[in-house]
């Protein structure tokens, strides 16, 4: 199996990569950071492109060294922006955050489907993933329900080609009091591990979904 996973140059991206590759697949990884995506590339002992997949140019430029047959897609975001408190944001810093939050986990996703979506086989996968729980009400939180609305959308498009659409998002965490299900697993190879099942035989029947890594705790407690 031909996978490719956006966000290679971080440490999600990388552990995503890792799981498709120990599973046996030949994996190519993408990522806008040259250094730390080449670092990923050799230590995982596999190919690598460069490129900003929030960017339709960049994209563009690359758009003949993505495999000609894929697949599986994971889509993961690479923030390169840190936004700081939001407690002393100005309206403009307010804007940039809710801009870069859409460009980061919708955005990228969105034009790499666009640029690679027609390589994928015939019952291939399009995993798209949300790596924090985000706070009510904030942009994330917006921006991954858009995602989540966008994930049905193209799981009825692909759905024609027997591709399945999914997203892979971190769910709430554990509370105080409550343990959870193997609380102490990393939530990056739990995600891993998802996304994995999501590309299987196994899990054809499922897509259009937002599905949650939450270590075992309920959505609503108490």
């Given at each position: 199996?031909?996978?490719?996973?956006?966000?290679?140059?971080?440490?999600?991206?990388?552990?995503i990569?890792?799981?498709?590759?120990?599973?046996?697949?030949?994996?190519?990884?993408?990522?806008?950071?040259?250094?730390?995506?080449?670092v990923?590339?050799?230590?995982?002992?596999?190919?690598?492109?460069v490129?900003?997949?929030?960017?339709?140019?960049?994209?563009?430029q690359?758009?003949?060294?993505?495999?000609?047959?894929?697949?599986?897609i994971?889509?993961?975001?690479?923030?390169?922006?840190?936004?700081?408190?939001?407690?002393?944001?100005s309206?403009?810093?307010?804007?940039?955050?809710?801009?870069?939050?859409?460009?980061?986990?919708?955005?990228?996703?969105?034009?790499?489907?666009?640029?690679?979506?027609?390589?994928?086989?015939?019952?291939?996968?399009?995993?798209?993933?949300?790596?924090?729980?985000?706070?009510?009400?904030?942009?994330?939180?917006?921006?991954?329900?858009?995602?989540?609305?966008w994930?049905?959308?193209?799981?009825?498009?692909?759905?024609?080609?027997?591709?399945?659409?999914?997203?892979?998002?971190?769910?709430?965490?554990?509370?105080?009091?409550?343990?959870?299900?193997?609380?102490?697993?990393?939530?990056?190879?739990?995600?891993?591990?998802?996304?994995?099942?999501?590309?299987t035989?196994?899990?054809?029947?499922?897509?259009?979904?937002t599905?949650h890594?939450?270590?075992?705790?309920?959505?609503?407690?108490?």
């Amino acid at each position: 199996m031909e996978v490719l996973v956006t966000g290679g140059d971080t440490d999600l991206g990388r552990t995503i990569a890792e799981s498709f590759r120990d599973a046996g697949h030949r994996v190519v990884i993408s990522g806008a950071r040259r250094d730390d995506l080449e670092v990923a590339a050799k230590e995982l002992d596999v190919d690598a492109i460069v490129c900003d997949n929030t960017d339709p140019a960049s994209l563009e430029q690359v758009r003949s060294l993505f495999p000609h047959h894929l697949d599986t897609i994971v889509n993961v975001p690479a923030p390169m922006w840190d936004a700081g408190d939001p407690r002393t944001f100005s309206l403009a810093d307010h804007a940039a955050a809710w801009r870069h939050a859409l460009d980061a986990t919708l955005l990228s996703a969105m034009l790499t489907v666009q640029v690679v979506g027609d390589h994928l086989r015939s019952g291939g996968s399009i995993i798209s993933v949300v790596p924090e729980n985000p706070r009510d009400g904030s942009a994330d939180a917006a921006i991954k329900a858009a995602l989540a609305n966008w994930t049905q959308g193209q799981a009825t498009h692909f759905g024609t080609r027997g591709i399945t659409v999914n997203t892979v998002a971190s769910g709430r965490r554990a509370q105080e009091g409550y343990a959870g299900i193997g609380s102490e697993a990393p939530v990056a190879s739990e995600i891993a591990k998802l996304a994995l099942f999501l590309s299987t035989p196994a899990a054809r029947h499922i897509t259009g979904q937002t599905m949650h890594v939450s270590n075992g705790a309920l959505a609503h407690l108490g």
